[in-house]
Nanobody
Framework: QVQLVESGGGLVQAGGSLRLSCATS????????KAWFRQAPGKEREFLAG????????YYADSLKGRFTISGDNAKNTVYLQMNKLKPEDTAIYYC????????????????WGKGTLVTVSS
């Protein structure tokens, strides 16, 4: 069983930056992959970024165009999402995910979810 707890969300102006954190527990950090998803009001949850179990290999949604960066810290059992050049359309609840089956980072293949953290980008 893996527990995931997100933090770092909040209100930011357009063009600003935020760093989200996801503290993990319950299983050795390097034995499962992790990812970030988000869900905006009225929309489906979508994949943003993923990182391999050992920290090797990162994967991003094409729509991000290099604005977001995922990273992991084995010593702190924490995965991060650095978000730059934020836009109002980035407003959503951001979810940390763990142990995702397959290689397509599909929502239905996620075994563990955090409860999410709200990011609001004002114009």
């Amino acid at each position: 069983q893996v527990q995931l707890v997100e933090s770092g969300g909040g209100l930011v102006q357009a063009g600003g930056s935020l760093r989200l954190s996801c503290a993990t527990s319950g299983r050795t950090f390097s034995t499962f992959n992790k990812a970030w998803f988000r869900q905006a009001p009225g929309k489906e949850r979508e994949f943003l970024a993923g990182i391999g179990s050992s920290g090797v290999g990162t994967y991003y949604a094409d729509s991000l165009k290099g604005r977001f960066t995922i990273s992991g810290d084995n010593a702190k059992n924490t995965v991060y999402l650095q978000m730059n050049k934020l836009k109002p359309e980035d407003t959503a609840i951001y979810y940390c995910a763990g142990d995702i089956r397959g290689s397509d980072w599909l929502t239905r293949h996620v075994n563990y979810w955090g409860k999410g953290t709200l990011v609001t980008v004002s114009s």
